[in-house]
């Protein structure tokens, strides 16, 4: 059930992105569905019918959602006056609209409705790069430890990357992807830190095939991740 719940955190993990020429929009905030009983409460409490909005887990610093002043536990019922109704929808309605334009989200809090303008701006590179990976259905982490493919040490105290998790009936979970591999390679781009694969992956589309050279136990394998159906 956690790797679950991590697994939809981070797939709402800063709001959304869509595979064309333009940056990804950036908000800058972890969000997730409403529970039953803040189904229940809300609509006791505000009259808003079951499902309607999701709600704020984190505000980052620095970030288009923090400077609006949305806050750690917001719902959010509305964007641009259209109803949001779960955390896909307000992915959608975010990644629809050009980056560096004003936005409207109407929140609810205990006093009660407010309406925010937030500025939604492009997703800082090595955050898209974590946001391909998402859309593909995996995570990746720091080395616990010395690898032998880089020697047995980290250079610069760093690592190759490993995959920290992998989402049930994902695209990755269909081409075999494992907890546990070490990305050595993104396409033809060999990678020896975390961040070199969140370089690697941002310039991507995750439209298309993914190819990932991986170690596995002491064996060396291409491990191609076709895209998921949209």
Do not use: C, N
């Not at 609006?68 to 949001?84: E, L, M, Q, T, Y």
């Not at 779960?86 to 959608?92: D, H, I, N, S």
């Not at 309406?115 to 997703?123: H, T």
Request: no cysteine.
């Amino acid at each position: 059930m956690r790797r679950a719940a991590a697994a939809a955190l981070l797939m709402l993990l800063l709001s959304a992105g869509v595979a064309d020429a333009r940056p990804w929009s950036w908000l800058g905030v972890r969000i997730r569905d409403l529970s039953e009983q803040e189904m229940d409460d809300l609509a006791t409490k505000h009259g808003i019918r079951e499902g309607f909005g999701v709600v704020i887990v984190d505000v980052m610093e620095g970030t288009p959602a923090a400077r609006a002043g949305i806050k750690s536990g917001d719902i959010i019922v509305a964007f641009d006056d259209r109803p949001v109704t779960e955390t896909r929808a307000l992915q959608r309605m975010i990644a629809s609209g050009p980056v560096e334009r004003d936005a409207r989200l109407t929140v609810l809090r205990a006093e009660g409705r407010r309406a925010l303008a937030v500025r939604l701006m492009p997703m800082p590179h090595a955050v898209a790069g974590e946001r391909v990976a998402a859309e593909y259905g995996f995570m990746l982490r720091e080395p616990d430890g010395p690898q032998p493919e880089l020697g047995g040490r980290r250079p610069g105290g760093a690592g190759a990357p490993v995959v920290s998790l992998v989402m049930k009936d994902s695209a990755a979970a269909r081409a075999g992807l494992e907890v546990g591999d070490v990305i050595l390679q993104v396409e033809e781009t060999a990678v020896v830190t975390r961040d070199a694969a969140r370089e690697a992956l941002a310039g991507l589309a995750p439209e298309k095939s993914l190819r990932l050279t991986v170690r596995r136990d002491d064996r060396r394998l291409a491990v191609e991740i076709a895209p998921a159906a949209r």
